[in-house]
């Protein structure tokens, strides 16, 4: 196999195999769009100055916008081709990116990720059988899984306004928590601040209003993926998400990854279905649906300390899979925006040390996960950093994510 001309770690998740797309400023200077390959960033606004994607010709350098929705919205066929350049150029010692290497690569600990994309809607999925009979458990010993779970992806609609690229910390937040059925609810901050590890999916490709995607198109319509931690005030939760479902225990905040890794970069990651029991109804129903075989990690880093793996586990799990989801989602007519995010729910394996939350983890906060000999969470303290990585492996090639860091600040007021 041709090697590439730039120096790159085996063990990096952003090999010439990857190039996943994103949004960096350095210094003072505007945001624009880079790839991500091995400790660089390649500038895609200058390099398309340089003249670097001769073959389009575009009435402005979509480079050079704050988010890469504009440059998404020119379809897959165009990404495609961005990312067949730089994988050419990379392997040839006199391409015009070797030629202004010194211009066009920058080193990413210079430079700050930005939000990769304008999140219009956001919908959070709750895929993972593992994660949805554990979690059912704690309140349904009997009877995990409510009677709709096997025949339709279970969803609500969350807050787009509060996604936040990784690295931006959150204040712990305050609301309504009753610890006793029969007193009168109280105002202050949880006690019980938790993370859900997700896949998110960004739509590519505007749906028409009023005609349902069909499940065999669905991924048609999808761009790529970012790692997801969906923050959540379980005490918060527990009092206020019957019978419509959370609202502030979950809307305060959501983080994703700076790097959109793109579904032809995954097409080597597909993984065999999940066995689904009973079939789904027709439009549900795609003979050919894959998964994606992704390992993915959670750490806890307390203030001062080193950090603590507390979570493997894999995307191959999810029950409900991409396609499935965007069918059902745009079943009714509903129509999806590009820059929209779809997101997988908590994803778990079988066992506390593969559960995606600490809910799951700790049998909602009454057996803690032991950090150290010293260290233990029930639920997330003060100070606590979220660390959440993936990346899949075939043949020798790596295709990565890279980190979704949260921390934990005090609650305000």
């Known amino acids: 196999m041709q090697q590439p001309w730039l120096s790159i770690s085996q063990n ?23 790839v991500a390959i091995g400790d660089y960033v390649i500038d895609l606004a200058a390099a398309f100055d ?7 010709v575009l009435a402005e350098n979509l480079f050079r916008k704050p988010v ?3 440059f998404i919205s020119q379809g897959r066929e165009f990404s495609g081709y961005v990312r067949s350049v730089l994988q050419e150029s990379l392997l040839d010692p006199h391409s015009l990116l070797k030629k202004h290497a010194e211009t066009l690569l920058i080193k990413q600990s210079n430079v700050q990720m930005l939000m990769p994309i304008k999140v219009g809607n956001y919908t959070d999925f709750y895929s993972s059988e593992e994660h949805a009979t554990t979690v059912g ?17 279970v ?16 204040h712990r937040p305050m609301g309504q928590i009753n610890r006793d059925a029969t007193a009168n609810p109280i105002f202050a901050p949880t006690n019980a601040l938790d993370y859900e590890l997700e896949l998110a999916f960004v739509i590519g490709k505007d749906s028409d209003m009023g005609k349902p995607i069909p499940v065999e198109q669905a991924e048609d319509y999808v761009f790529g993926v970012l790692l997801f931690n969906d923050w959540s005030a379980r005490d918060i939760q527990r009092w206020e998400y019957q019978p419509l479902g959370p609202f502030t225990s979950k809307n305060f905040a959501s983080g994703i990854s ?25 439009y549900l129903n795609h003979p050919e649906r894959k998964g994606f075989d992704i390992d993915l990690t959670i750490a806890i880093k307390p203030e001062n300390d080193d950090e603590y793996v507390v979570s493997q586990t894999n995307a191959k799990h999810l029950y ?32 506390a040390k593969s559960a995606g939350c600490l809910l799951e983890a700790t049998a909602g906060g009454k057996q803690p996960i032991q950090l150290s000999d010293s260290k233990s969470r029930r639920f997330l303290e003060d100070g606590d950093e979220v660390i959440m990585r993936g990346f899949g492996e075939k043949n020798g090639i790596r295709i990565g994510f890279g980190e979704l860091r949260g921390k934990v600040l005090p609650a305000i007021g």
Not at 155 to 170: D, E, F, K, L, N
Not at 261 to 279: D, F, G, K, Y
Not at 330 to 344: E, F, I, M, P, R
Request: glycine share 8%; aromatic share 10%.
């Open 12 to 34: 990096s998740d952003f090999s010439i195999h990857n190039l996943p797309f994103g949004i960096f400023q350095k210094d003072n200077r505007p945001p624009a769009a880079c």
């Open 50 to 56: 340089f003249g670097l994607f001769s073959k389009y």
């Open 68 to 70: 890469l929705n504009d």
């Open 137 to 153: 458990k704690l309140f349904r010993p009997d009877n995990p899984l409510f009677p709709n779970w096997k025949h339709l992806p």
């Open 155 to 170: 969803a609500y609609h969350g807050r787009a306004s509060s996604i936040v690229i990784s690295g931006t910390s959150i």
């Open 258 to 282: 700076p790097w959109i890794v793109t579904m032809e970069a995954l097409a080597l990651l597909r993984s065999a279905p999940q066995i689904q029991n009973p079939e789904p109804l027709p």
């Open 320 to 351: 409900w899979n991409i396609s499935q989801q965007v069918a059902h989602h745009t079943v009714t007519g509903c129509n999806l925006n590009v820059g929209d995010l779809l997101a997988t729910g908590t994803i778990s394996g079988n066992g």
